[in-house]
Structures are given as structure tokens and as C-alpha cells.
């Protein structure tokens, strides 16, 4: 187990390794030049190449890559060209704002989608499976940016119910929500619950239907458990691969909750992203995608761990 | 003789081969079209399609045609019957004209990461160890990114525009095909059949191409499919960010986008072009679910 740890530890760093080499091509993939944002008009070749040595544009790119991965492991990710301020204080109460709004989507959707998926999978009704189903597939294909304006012309328009955009006045200090904190949070949250909800209805319906199938299931009818128990021991045996699914849909939900934030105008990384999209911000957008996408993997090796312990059967070498 | 040996392997399992692959697909289609809903949402498919085709032909009116006094007229007004949008065009023809670029963005980066994705995992797969080694270290790299994010983000380093949410999308699409294809061919390259074609001399891509395609592209394309709805939301979405088409081309993301500033004033026109991502998203995922269960049924 310590060894199998030690060996996903090992494997995950050459992949944040490479994680930021792509994020540190973004400054040479982007057309134009990188210093062209700070560049003055009309600018002589010589105030040219003295910016360039300045921002170290002028060295190799092998040793641009390694001063500047040196600085992305002390923390600094550089300063945002339009604020002036470090990203690492632009990133971080983004990264919260997000993470605060991805929780409150997970918690419903992993609610709502596991206990459809439960109704579904031991209801021997057609009916009852075949919504079920309906649900899922809505969940996965609705484009999750359009269910959110829908969402605002019916609560927000129509209704007049719940506010249309932005974040309540506590922001992540979730100690002091009141009632207004949680309305704001309310249309996102449930729009952006809908792809775990329907992944969790959907995979958790198959795999109950699965072991249900099985034979220790009617070994256990047969000496006479009662159901509750019965259904105990099924849905232990379905656990490990539905852990490893939520873990995937909470990782996706950090970095995929863009489009949710631009409609509702959530304080979060995506707006950041747009907004260093929008201004050619290049070391806000690095910043910004470097810490999503470590979030992203180190919450797929947390899961994967935890999937190992919990069932020893899926550990590879 | 070796060259005899080979012909003699090569027409043994030629026959049975071409049997197998022929009455399996046959039973795939026949398992498809008894689907209704499948045939549904084929249906639904082909109609947006073929009207986004005869564009020119089936729609009512000039999509680009701006009107300011005729803004924003809600839906079944006289002659537009699906009401008019922030600039007066005939909504009804900008979301027919709105598939073409829209489907293709659907289906175009899938199609190219399959071919991308799949050669790079045919070839890890089949030649192992180092070969395998390098490709598959590289697709995990970009595999570390959540697709949305890095869609967005390569489409916003490369620049708004058509051609460069093709190209972020392609990418984002080709490790998970890139995984898909490397474990199905790791598990074909060690068969029997396999052996037998070495060991008569043959070469590797005669292998890859004779004896492994015709086993790996079945799961491949499978999965693939499954991708197509995908893809459809997220390029509608990095139009709808402003990343994909520019204005005045009818896309349904990008429509969306010009019309949120709407959205108090026309509901309901706001929203009409996320209904028809939806309608085509929806339809893709049955389809390949569909298509999926067809294919388990091989036993």
C-alpha cells in the first residue's frame, strides 16, 4: 500500500512537470510578440531588445523555462500586466470563490444524482428507470452555460425570485452567510450540479443494476437477510468505482465551471480567465490554468489512493 | 517460403475475418435500427443537417439581413415566426444557417483527434515499451488538464476565431481517444492471430494495418461517438465565450452570446439557440449509446 502510494507520488510529479511546460508555451504560442502588451508605440528596436533582456526574453527558451519554473515554485507567478498586482493575490481568492461555488454544486449534485441512480437501479419498475435515464441524459448533454440563462429568465425574469448574477456580500466566508449569501448561490450551484448529477444518476443506476445481478446477492436472499442488509452489501460492492467518478466530476467542476461563472458573473477562476483572456494577460492567465490544473491532478491521485485502500482488487502495479 | 507461409496465414484468417467483421457490423446496424429512439434522434440530426446544407434553399429569409426597426420581435410574429434577433435578422434562419458551422465544430476536432489520437495510440500500443513510453507520458500531460480549461485556455492564447478553437479542440479530444486506443491495442497486439502474422515474416504496419485496425477501430469509433455531444457544448461554448466564430456568422454559441445582453427584454429569443445545442447534443449522446449497446452485444 506505502509502496503503491510512493509509486502515484512518483508518477504524478513528472506529469505537474509537464503540466507547466505547456502552461509556460502559452507566452510563446500566442501570436505577436511576448512583450508586445508593455511595449510603448512606435517603440525603437533598441527600447525593443532592452525590454526583452529585461523580462529575460532574450535568452535561450531551456533557460527562460527553468528561471521562470524556479519562480512558479517559490509561489511567484509573475505580475498581472493589467492590475499590476501578483497573480498569487489575483489567483487565490478566485480559486476560493470557485472552489466555494464547485462544492455547493458537487454536494447537490452528488446528493440528487446518487439517490436517483439508487431509486433507479432497485426499481423494478420500467417507468421509474427509464425517467431516471431520461434525467441522466439530459444532465450530460445540456450545455450547462445555456441551463444557467434559462435558469435567470425563470427565477430572476420571470419570477422575480432569486438574484440573476454575482456573489453574495460574505464572498467564501461561509461563517457568515445569511439568506442572501445563499439566494446568490442558489442558481449557480444547482445549474452547475447538473453534470454530476446526471453522470452520478447514470453510472450509479448501472452499477447497482450490476451487482444485483450477481450471485452473492441471491446467496444473501437465500439465507434470509433482510433487505436492508441486502442492500448494505450492494451498495458497498458498488462504492469503488462511483468514489472514483465523483472525484473525477469534482476535479472536472474546478476547472469546468467557467462558462457557469461567466452567465451568473461568479467572482471565481473563470472570470479571472476571461478577463485575462480578454486583456492578453498572460502570466494572470498561466497563474491561473497552473493552479487549476494542479488542483486537477492532485485530486485525481487523492481518489485514486482512495480507491486503493478502499478496495485492494483495483490496485495496479 | 516464408512468403508462402504467409499468404497460407493470411488467407486462413482473411475468410473468417471478413465473415466476422461483415455480420458484425450488419448486426450492429440491425440492432440501431430497431432502436426507435436511436432512429429518433437520427432523424432529429438529419433534419438540422440537411436544413444547415440547403441553407440557402429551406431557410425564409436573408440571415444577415439587419432591420432596426424589426428588433427583437418575439417568436411566431408575421414572417418570423421564431421572432427576430438583437439586430433584426429572421431568428428561424439564423439558427438554420447556424448548424453549419455549429455541427461542423461538433463534429470536425472529433473526427481529427480520432485519427491523431488514434494512430498515436495504435502505434504506443502495438510497439510497447519505449515507443509507448514516450507517446503516452506526453498525452497524460495534456490528460492533467480539465477539458473545459483547457480548451478555453488554448483557444484563448491562440486568438478568437474559427480555425483556432478547431485546433484547441482537436487537442483536447486526443488523449482520451490516444488512452482508448492504446488499451485496446495493447490487448489485441498479444492475440494469437497477431503471433501467427509475425511469425510469418510480416511487417509492422502490414500487421497494424491488416490484422490490428480492422480489431481496435470498432472501440475506438465507439467511444468517439461518445465525444461528438461533448464537443458540440464546448466549441458552442468557446463561441459563447467569444473565442470561436466572429459576428456576423450564425452560430448558436455565438449567438447566445450577442443575445444574452437580452435576456431581461426577449427571453425567450435569448434562449432559442442553446435549445437547438441541446436538441443536437442530446441526439449525438443516444446515438452513441445506442451505437455502444449495439456493439456489447458481440457475444
Given at each position: 500500500?506505502?509502496l503503491?502510494?510512493?509509486?502515484?507520488?512518483?508518477?504524478?510529479?513528472?506529469?505537474?512537470?509537464?503540466?507547466?511546460?505547456?502552461?509556460?508555451?502559452?507566452?510563446?504560442?500566442?501570436?505577436?510578440?511576448?512583450?508586445?502588451?508593455?511595449?510603448?508605440?512606435?517603440?525603437?528596436?533598441?527600447?525593443?531588445?532592452?525590454?526583452?533582456a529585461?523580462?529575460?526574453?532574450?535568452?535561450?527558451?531551456?533557460?527562460?523555462?527553468?528561471?521562470?519554473?524556479?519562480?512558479?515554485?517559490?509561489?511567484?507567478?509573475?505580475?498581472?500586466?493589467?492590475?499590476?498586482?501578483?497573480?498569487?493575490?489575483?489567483?487565490?481568492?478566485?480559486?476560493?470563490?470557485?472552489?466555494?461555488?464547485?462544492?455547493?454544486?458537487?454536494?447537490?449534485?452528488?446528493?440528487?444524482?446518487?439517490?436517483?441512480?439508487?431509486?433507479?437501479?432497485?426499481?423494478?419498475?420500467?417507468?421509474?428507470?427509464?425517467?431516471?435515464?431520461?434525467?441522466?441524459?439530459?444532465?450530460?448533454?445540456?450545455?450547462?452555460?445555456?441551463?444557467?440563462?434559462?435558469?435567470?429568465?425563470?427565477?430572476?425574469?420571470?419570477?422575480?425570485?432569486?438574484?440573476?448574477?454575482?456573489?453574495g456580500?460574505?464572498?467564501?466566508?461561509?461563517?457568515?452567510?445569511?439568506?442572501?449569501?445563499?439566494?446568490?448561490?442558489?442558481?449557480?450551484?444547482?445549474?452547475?450540479?447538473?453534470?454530476?448529477?446526471?453522470?452520478?444518476?447514470?453510472?450509479?443506476?448501472?452499477?447497482?443494476?450490476?451487482?444485483?445481478?450477481?450471485?452473492?446477492?441471491?446467496?444473501l436472499?437465500?439465507?434470509?437477510?433482510?433487505?436492508?442488509?441486502?442492500?448494505?452489501?450492494?451498495?458497498?460492492n458498488?462504492?469503488?468505482?462511483?468514489?472514483a467518478?465523483?472525484?473525477?466530476?469534482?476535479?472536472?467542476?474546478?476547472?469546468?465551471?467557467?462558462?457557469v461563472?461567466?452567465?451568473?458573473?461568479?467572482?471565481?477562476?473563470?472570470?479571472?480567465?476571461?478577463?485575462?483572456?480578454?486583456?492578453?494577460?498572460?502570466?494572470?492567465?498561466?497563474?491561473?490554468?497552473?493552479?487549476?490544473?494542479?488542483?486537477?491532478?492532485?485530486?485525481?491521485?487523492?481518489?485514486?489512493?482512495?480507491?486503493?485502500?478502499?478496495?485492494?482488487?483495483?490496485?495496479?502495479? | 517460403?516464408?512468403?508462402?507461409?504467409?499468404?497460407?496465414?493470411?488467407?486462413?484468417?482473411?475468410p473468417?475475418?471478413?465473415?466476422?467483421?461483415?455480420?458484425?457490423?450488419?448486426?450492429?446496424?440491425?440492432?440501431?435500427?430497431?432502436?426507435?429512439?436511436?432512429?429518433?434522434?437520427?432523424?432529429?440530426?438529419?433534419?438540422?443537417?440537411?436544413?444547415a446544407?440547403?441553407?440557402?434553399?429551406?431557410?425564409?429569409?436573408?440571415?444577415?439581413?439587419?432591420?432596426?426597426?424589426?428588433?427583437?420581435?418575439p417568436?411566431?410574429?408575421?414572417?418570423?415566426?421564431?421572432?427576430?434577433?438583437?439586430?433584426?435578422?429572421?431568428?428561424?434562419?439564423?439558427?438554420?444557417?447556424?448548424?453549419?458551422?455549429?455541427?461542423?465544430m461538433?463534429?470536425?476536432?472529433?473526427?481529427?483527434?480520432?485519427?491523431?489520437?488514434?494512430?498515436?495510440?495504435?502505434?504506443a500500443?502495438?510497439?510497447?515499451?519505449?515507443?509507448?513510453?514516450?507517446?503516452?507520458?506526453?498525452?497524460?500531460?495534456?490528460?492533467?488538464?480539465?477539458?473545459?480549461?483547457?480548451?478555453?485556455?488554448?483557444?484563448?492564447?491562440?486568438?478568437?476565431?474559427?480555425?483556432?478553437?478547431?485546433?484547441?479542440?482537436?487537442?483536447?479530444?486526443?488523449?482520451?481517444?490516444?488512452?482508448?486506443?492504446?488499451?485496446?491495442?495493447?490487448?489485441?497486439?498479444?492475440?494469437?492471430?497477431?503471433?501467427?502474422?509475425?511469425?510469418?515474416?510480416?511487417?509492422?504496419?502490414?500487421?497494424?494495418?491488416?490484422?490490428?485496425?480492422?480489431?481496435?477501430?470498432?472501440?475506438?469509433?465507439?467511444?468517439?461517438?461518445?465525444?461528438?455531444?461533448?464537443?458540440?457544448?464546448?466549441?458552442?461554448?468557446?463561441?459563447?465565450?467569444?473565442?470561436?466564430?466572429?459576428?456576423?456568422?450564425?452560430?448558436?454559441?455565438?449567438?447566445?452570446?450577442?443575445?444574452?445582453?437580452?435576456?431581461?427584454?426577449?427571453?425567450?429569443?435569448?434562449?432559442?439557440?442553446?435549445a437547438?445545442?441541446?436538441a443536437?447534443?442530446?441526439?449525438?449522446?443516444?446515438?452513441?449509446?445506442?451505437?455502444?449497446?449495439?456493439?456489447?452485444?458481440?457475444?
Open positions: 500500500m506505502h503503491y502510494i510512493l509509486h502515484r507520488l512518483l508518477y504524478t510529479l513528472p506529469i505537474i512537470v509537464g503540466v507547466t511546460v505547456v502552461c509556460f508555451s502559452f507566452i510563446h504560442l500566442a501570436p505577436g510578440d511576448p512583450i508586445s502588451a508593455v511595449l510603448p508605440e512606435n517603440a525603437s528596436p533598441q527600447v525593443v531588445a532592452e525590454i526583452k529585461a523580462y529575460g526574453f532574450d535568452q535561450p527558451l531551456p533557460v527562460q523555462y527553468l528561471k521562470w519554473l524556479g519562480h512558479v515554485v517559490e509561489g511567484d507567478f509573475g505580475t498581472s500586466i493589467m492590475t499590476h498586482r501578483s497573480v498569487v493575490s489575483e489567483v487565490l481568492p478566485a480559486v476560493a470563490n470557485t472552489a466555494l461555488l464547485a462544492i455547493a454544486a458537487i454536494l447537490l449534485g452528488f446528493t440528487f444524482g446518487i439517490s436517483l441512480g439508487l431509486i433507479a437501479g432497485f426499481s423494478n419498475r420500467r417507468g421509474t428507470d427509464q425517467s431516471v435515464t431520461a434525467f441522466a441524459v439530459a444532465g450530460i448533454s445540456i450545455p450547462h452555460y445555456w441551463l444557467g440563462m434559462v435558469m435567470v429568465v425563470v427565477f430572476a425574469v420571470l419570477l422575480r425570485a432569486l438574484p440573476a448574477t454575482g456573489m456580500p460574505a464572498g467564501t466566508n461561509v461563517w457568515l452567510f445569511t439568506a442572501d449569501d445563499l439566494r446568490h448561490l442558489i442558481l449557480p450551484a444547482t445549474t452547475l450540479a447538473m453534470i454530476p448529477a446526471g453522470v452520478l444518476a447514470r453510472s450509479v443506476r448501472a452499477m447497482v443494476a450490476e451487482v444485483r445481478r450477481q450471485e452473492f446477492v441471491q446467496t436472499r437465500g439465507k434470509g437477510l433482510g433487505r436492508a442488509r441486502v442492500f448494505l452489501h450492494i451498495v458497498k458498488a462504492a469503488p468505482p462511483i468514489l467518478i465523483m472525484g473525477l466530476q469534482f476535479a472536472q467542476l474546478l476547472g469546468g465551471s467557467i462558462l461563472e461567466t452567465v451568473f458573473a461568479w467572482p471565481g477562476t473563470g472570470f479571472l480567465l476571461n478577463a485575462a483572456i480578454a486583456t492578453r494577460d498572460l502570466p494572470l492567465l498561466q497563474g491561473t490554468v497552473i493552479v487549476l490544473a494542479t488542483f486537477f491532478v492532485l485530486t485525481n491521485l487523492v481518489v485514486d489512493i482512495l480507491q486503493t485502500a478502499i478496495d485492494p482488487r483495483v490496485r495496479r502495479a | 517460403m516464408s512468403a508462402v507461409a504467409e499468404k497460407a496465414v493470411i488467407a486462413a484468417t482473411k473468417a475475418r471478413g465473415r466476422a467483421t461483415g455480420g458484425f457490423w450488419r448486426r450492429v446496424a440491425r440492432h440501431v435500427l430497431r432502436d426507435k429512439v436511436a432512429l429518433l434522434c437520427a432523424a432529429i440530426l438529419g433534419a438540422i443537417a440537411l436544413s446544407i440547403f441553407a440557402p434553399w429551406v431557410a425564409p429569409a436573408d440571415p444577415y439581413k439587419t432591420s432596426m426597426i424589426r428588433r427583437l420581435l417568436p411566431f410574429s408575421p414572417h418570423f415566426i421564431l421572432g427576430t434577433d438583437e439586430l433584426g435578422r429572421d431568428m428561424l434562419s439564423r439558427l438554420i444557417y447556424g448548424g453549419r458551422v455549429s455541427l461542423t461538433g463534429l470536425l476536432p472529433v473526427v481529427l483527434a480520432t485519427v491523431l489520437g488514434g494512430s498515436l495510440g495504435v502505434i500500443g502495438y510497439f510497447g515499451r519505449h515507443v509507448n513510453m514516450a507517446i503516452m507520458r506526453i498525452i497524460d500531460v495534456f490528460y492533467a488538464f480539465p477539458s473545459v480549461l483547457l480548451a478555453v485556455a488554448m483557444a484563448g492564447v491562440l486568438g478568437a476565431g474559427i480555425v483556432n478553437s478547431l485546433i484547441s479542440l482537436t487537442l483536447v479530444f486526443i488523449p482520451p481517444i490516444a488512452r482508448v486506443a492504446e488499451s485496446v491495442t495493447t490487448q489485441v497486439r498479444n492475440q494469437d492471430y497477431v503471433e501467427a502474422a509475425r511469425a510469418t515474416g510480416a511487417s509492422a504496419a502490414r500487421i497494424i494495418v491488416q490484422q490490428v485496425l480492422a480489431n481496435v477501430t470498432g472501440p475506438i469509433l465507439t467511444y468517439a461517438s461518445s465525444l461528438v455531444s461533448i464537443a458540440i457544448i464546448i466549441s458552442s461554448g468557446l463561441s459563447f465565450l467569444g473565442l470561436g466564430a466572429a459576428p456576423p456568422i450564425a452560430d448558436w454559441g455565438l449567438m447566445l452570446n450577442t443575445l444574452r445582453q437580452a435576456i431581461y427584454v426577449a427571453p425567450v429569443n435569448a434562449v432559442l439557440p442553446g437547438m445545442i441541446f443536437a447534443s442530446v441526439s449525438f449522446n443516444l446515438l452513441s449509446d445506442s451505437l455502444r449497446t449495439a456493439m456489447d452485444v458481440r457475444a
